[in-house]
């Protein structure tokens, strides 16, 4: 064993009990050789545009409290149990390989469940790795984070016309900020990342994603990010209410109560089942998304949510389709130019 190998942690996927050396630095997190590459998203009943989903780091080292990812399976458990994220070394290879083999050009997404720019992606650079070789075969990357993003990413994504950059600012108040999640980008360099981002030519989107109730859902606060972002060069606001993953509501609820919510509050407010998780109810989420939506007209941007619903005649209805204010909930679309018919070889 080399020196810098703290322990072993044991994971046990699909029948199978694998021993893995655990890297100290820059925190702790085990490689994993792995035959993935990407899950396709299709177009659905989610409003989702589709896409190419890539999730290199399993485990996020940045803490949001309300992480979505915490309620998956897999090595996202595995890392709520023994803190390790799992990298997915040589990931960029099983990529580029699969995209020769595909007929068709949708955007691929890093990360929806894990953040590209956390501390481990400094060790290994996969997030670069993967833009270079995604935009190296013409396909648009489309990036969220709350981290910074490095030099390297903005130049790799400017290659291609169609690629855009997410950045999640949750809050005005950076001493908020901290208390949210325990490590990623500052407020200011959130900001920052925004005015690079559009500076090399990329397509540039604001998330408020997610608002949190009675904790940073202040609306002066929110139309201050707007105007900021729109300032700093945000060209499209995407929205949603914190949503609960079932199974979560209990540490989720302990940790808002510790922030100053009250347990009777919370159950009143979060009353809308659907996606395996709690939202909170219409009568909360209607005002606040006809307030910001106003406040991004105002400064020029378009509007969208990001998996909204309302309960209506026993059915769940989208929300985009009052709300959305762009060609589609990613602000723009992609030209059907690029996208070849067919979609064979995805799974
Ligand atoms: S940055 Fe994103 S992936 Fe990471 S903990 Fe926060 S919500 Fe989860």
New binding site residues.
């Given amino acids: 064993m080399s020196a810098w190998v703290l322990q072993t942690v044991k994971r046990r996927l699909g029948g199978r009990t694998c021993p893995y050396e655990v890297q100290a630095e820059p925190l702790p997190h085990i490689v994993v050789q792995s035959k993935k590459d990407f899950t396709f998203w299709p177009a659905s009943a989610t409003e989702c545009t589709p896409r190419l989903l890539v999730n290199h780091y399993n485990g ?1 080292t ?3 409290f309300f ?3 915490r309620a998956l399976p897999g090595h996202f458990a595995f890392f709520e149990q023994d803190g390790c994220v799992a990298v997915f070394e040589g990931l960029e290879r099983n990529i580029e390989r699969r995209l020769r083999r595909l007929n068709t050009l949708y955007p691929v997404q890093l990360s929806p ?3 590209p720019f ?1 501390p481990v992606n400094e060790r290994y650079e996969l997030t670069e790795r993967i833009i270079d070789v995604v935009t190296r075969q013409n396909v648009p990357v489309d990036v969220l984070t ?1 981290g910074r993003y490095s030099d390297e990413a903005i130049h790799l994504m400017a290659r291609h016309p169609y690629s855009i950059g997410q950045v999640t600012i949750l809050t005005p108040h950076e001493s908020l900020r901290r208390k949210l ?1 325990m490590s ?1 980008a500052t407020t200011e360099q959130l900001f920052e990342n925004l005015n690079r981002l559009r500076c090399a030519g990329i397509y540039t989107i604001l998330r408020l994603d997610p608002i949190i109730p009675g904790i940073s859902d202040n609306l002066d606060d929110l139309c201050a990010v707007i105007q900021q972002a729109a300032a700093a060069g945000a060209q499209h606001v995407i929205v949603s209410a914190m949503r609960i993953p079932y199974r979560m509501r209990q540490q989720v609820f302990l940790r808002l109560m510790e922030l100053g919510a009250t347990k009777e509050a919370l159950q009143s407010l979060y009353t809308d089942r659907y996606d395996s998780s709690l939202h909170p109810k219409w009568a909360y989420r209607k005002p606040l998304f006809d307030e910001l939506k106003a406040e991004a007209r105002r400064q020029g941007l378009t509007f969208a949510l990001c998996r909204e619903f309302v309960h209506e005649a026993g059915r769940l209805r989208g929300l985009n389709q009052d709300y959305c204010t762009a060609d589609n909930c990613e602000g723009r679309a992609f030209p059907k130019a690029f996208v070849q018919v067919g979609l064979s070889g995805l799974g």
């Fill in positions: 996020c940045h803490r949001c992480c979505y990812s469940a894990t953040d956390q709350k999640m990623g």
